[in-house]
């Protein structure tokens, strides 16, 4: 049974209109959050029952809880019109997200180009109505906690294709989604491989086991290759004490001039194709095609990068949908630049995670993971972006 099926069949152009002029944007732009939200609650339901069993019966407790108050409803026409009051839907987002519900509503904000204060909105809608329609499944087949578990489980080859994979990593299921949860091929290779010998007892069939070597020779001819390996060590060695020291930078070729009484050496770089490329020159970048809004993340990211201040923390203040798109395209402006990005929240692992939602986002727009880092702290401060290099 596809959960989100449920729901999307329930999203009609008319009801698409309806929400879309609740929250104050375009009906492309909320069907295309919607489309988000859902997966994205869905998704952390499945990840909260998955982590733990008292996850999975704080999930199925609340379902009841609802049922009895009347609270949660499978019909998205209730859902607009009337619904759980504004506290009661913050405190099952606060239940479904806990700290994620700030970088998953940014995440929806940048990806479909609305606010985050309508993502926000959107999620709250969404939540009772995913909540009634488990409900509804938990009570027309008499469901207990472990079907809910089994139920929930069951959504993850839905969840695949509906998430993103940048959001799935914020909401921590990104293993789970793709399946990664088997020991790791570095485990598997480390453990010895096992052959049966003679049987021990013919009464218990026990059997001795000896580890199997790799494949190749025996005896004296499995060591006829240490005296070329240390001839050629011995090579290698006599080698590098030979030449030219190349520390500290490119390595020097020295010519003499002819005709001189003494020998007239100058320096002349030997072309080495381990010498990194240089950090584009901020005198070759520029900004002056760029639309960025003055006194802006993105124009104080811009100057900073032209100035060569790399000192400099830019505040990601406010919402940060419209910021996302112009420090992309300063990135884009200039490709060698590197920014790590802070985040704040009740704790570290909060932090981080609001930062890595912008990180994710300006990923989606084409900036390459590589140039972006991100890190955690406590604290009730904005997101902020720094130069690194």
């Known amino acids: ?13 008319q009801t698409i209109g309806q929400i879309s002029n609740a929250v104050g944007e375009g009906q492309e732009q909320t069907k ?3 489309s988000t939200a859902f997966p994205a609650l869905l998704g952390s339901l499945v990840g909260k029952a998955n982590a733990s069993p008292s996850g999975l019966s704080e999930v199925f407790n609340t379902i009841k809880q609802g049922q009895l108050q009347g609270g949660w409803t499978d019909a998205i026409g209730q859902a607009i019109s009337g619904g759980p009051p504004p506290a ?32 926000t909105s959107l999620l709250g809608m969404a939540a009772p109505l995913l909540m009634g329609t488990l409900g509804k499944q938990v009570s027309s087949q008499g469901l207990g906690e472990a079907g809910l578990g089994q139920l929930l489980s069951s959504q993850t080859n839905y969840l695949k294709d509906a998430i993103p994979s940048g959001l799935a990593n914020t909401l921590g299921i990104g293993n789970l989604l793709s399946g990664t949860q088997a020991p790791t091929a570095s485990a598997r290779s480390a453990e010895p491989a096992y052959r049966e010998t003679s049987y021990r007892d013919p009464a218990s069939r026990e059997t001795d086991r000896e ?22 060590g011995a090579w290698f060695v006599a080698s590098r004490m030979n030449r030219p020291s190349d520390v ?40 002056s095609s760029l639309s960025l809004t003055p006194g802006g ?9 032209a100035s060569g201040n790399w000192n400099n923390t830019i505040e990601l203040s406010g919402s940060t949908t419209g910021s996302v798109r112009e ?20 704790t ?3 932090g981080l995670s609001r930062a890595n939602a912008i990180k994710n986002a300006l990923v989606a727009s084409g900036i390459s993971e590589s140039r972006i880092m991100t890190s955690g702290q406590t604290g009730t401060g904005v997101p902020t972006i720094n130069l690194m290099r």
Do not use: H, Y
Request: charged fraction near 15%; include cysteine; charge should be positive.
């Open 1 to 13: 049974m596809n959960i989100l099926s449920l729901i999307q069949n329930q999203l009609s152009s």
């Open 32 to 34: 295309s959050a919607l």
């Open 88 to 119: 009661a839907r913050q405190s099952l987002l606060s239940l479904i997200l806990g700290s994620k519900l700030g970088p998953v509503a940014d995440f929806i904000a940048s990806r479909c180009g609305i606010r985050e204060g309508s993502a």
């Open 211 to 232: 580890p199997v070597q790799a494949s190749g020779g025996g005896g004296i001819l499995k060591w006829a290759w240490v005296p070329l390996l240390l001839a050629l």
């Open 248 to 287: 500290g930078g490119t390595p020097e070729r020295t010519a003499v001039t002819a005709g001189s009484g003494q020998d007239s050496r100058t320096a002349t770089p030997i072309p080495d194709s381990r010498t990194v490329a240089p950090v584009q020159s901020p005198r070759t970048l520029d900004f």
């Open 297 to 305: 993340a993105a124009d104080n990211l811009a100057k900073s990068i």
């Open 327 to 346: 420090i992309s395209s300063v990135l884009s402006a200039a490709p060698t630049v590197k920014v790590r990005i802070t985040g704040r929240g009740d």
């Open 348 to 350: 570290e692992e909060a």
